[in-house]
């Protein structure tokens, strides 16, 4: 596939393996353009025969990618008009990566906070820059809870104690602590990141195609319910965003600078998403 058309995502293709560079300025803010991007370029990687794995990485050094756009959010109907049995559009999304028959791996340098960090914890293996890697779930701290999966990835990876702490504390996790947590596969120094992904990704492009599928589909026998736990996570996420607070929260937020740049890289400071 010649992958044509993009506006938010380049892309290279070497032996088997797709990198996918996130270049979407300011701040790579995961808004309508890169997710509707995001949900064209998942149904296309999975139907391309010529890809084994795909990794994910960001033209920006700073921002992997920021956050879900606030102002989708305050925009959103009071109840999910998704279909029974069905996932909401950025879940199903997210988890597109998850479950193809592909390898996807996220080679995170930067900020890499709510809908970004849930995006990276549905691939299936994450690797992450020591001096620069922030990841964070802070949506408790404008009133709302995570709702692309954060809440159910976080305690299948790490356990219930470390999630709830993630999730409430609404903290930055550099890569060091991340690596500890779960959060990531390895933590290491920049110099060594690229190297590193690209003699993984290489290497599992040289197997049995078939085999990793099945491989993969095995070990994702381990999640198994997982879909009906996302449902109703987006139930829960849809209830708390339209309460009062969440949507003062949301609206003072953004009164105070956020999704800008100067404002998103002392995040931590401002005390909100």
């Known amino acids: 596939m010649t992958y044509?058309?993009?506006?938010?995502?380049?892309?290279?293709s070497d032996a088997g393996v797709l990198w996918v560079t996130i270049d979407h300025p300011p701040?790579?803010?995961?808004?309508?353009?890169?997710?509707?991007?995001?949900l064209r370029v998942g149904n296309e990687i999975a139907a391309d025969p010529d890809v084994r794995v795909v990794v994910f990485e960001s033209a920006d050094p700073e921002f992997f990618i920021a956050h879900a756009d606030v102002n989708l959010?305050?925009?959103?109907?009071?109840?999910?008009?998704?279909?029974?049995?069905?996932?909401?559009?950025?879940?199903?999304?997210?988890?597109?990566?998850?479950?193809?028959?592909?390898?996807t791996i996220g080679k995170i340098a930067g900020r890499c906070r709510?809908?970004?960090?849930?995006?990276?914890?549905s691939l299936d293996m994450?690797?992450?820059?020591?001096?620069?890697?922030?990841?964070?779930?802070?949506?408790?701290?404008?009133?709302?809870?995570p709702g692309g999966g954060g809440t159910q990835?976080?305690?299948?990876?790490?356990?219930?104690g470390?999630?709830?702490?993630?999730?409430?504390?609404?903290l930055d996790y550099p890569a060091e602590l991340a690596e500890r947590y779960g959060y990531v596969n390895r933590a290491m120094p920049e110099s060594e990141l690229d190297g590193f992904v690209r003699a993984l990704a290489a290497r599992i492009a040289t197997f049995s195609p078939e085999a990793v599928a099945l491989a993969k589909r095995s070990v994702l026998l381990a999640e198994r319910g997982v879909t009906d736990d996302l449902r109703e996570e987006e139930r829960l996420f849809f209830q708390s965003a339209k309460t009062p607070e969440a949507r003062a929260r949301m609206a003072a937020y953004l009164d105070a600078g956020g999704q800008q740049r100067d404002v998103e890289l002392s995040l931590d400071q401002l005390g909100k998403l």
């Open 153 to 160: 990835r976080l305690p299948r990876l790490m356990g219930r």
């Open 27 to 38: 701040i790579n803010l995961f808004d309508l353009a890169l997710i509707g991007e995001m």
């Open 114 to 121: 709510g809908g970004g960090s849930e995006f990276v914890l």
């Open 4 to 12: 044509a058309g993009y506006e938010c995502l380049k892309f290279k």
């Open 126 to 145: 994450r690797f992450a820059a020591l001096e620069r890697t922030l990841l964070a779930q802070p949506e408790v701290s404008v009133g709302i809870i």
């Open 73 to 103: 959010i305050q925009a959103m109907p009071a109840e999910p008009d998704t279909k029974p049995g069905e996932l909401g559009l950025f879940q199903a999304m997210v988890d597109r990566f998850r479950t193809m028959d592909k390898v």
């Open 162 to 170: 470390r999630a709830l702490e993630i999730v409430l504390g609404c």
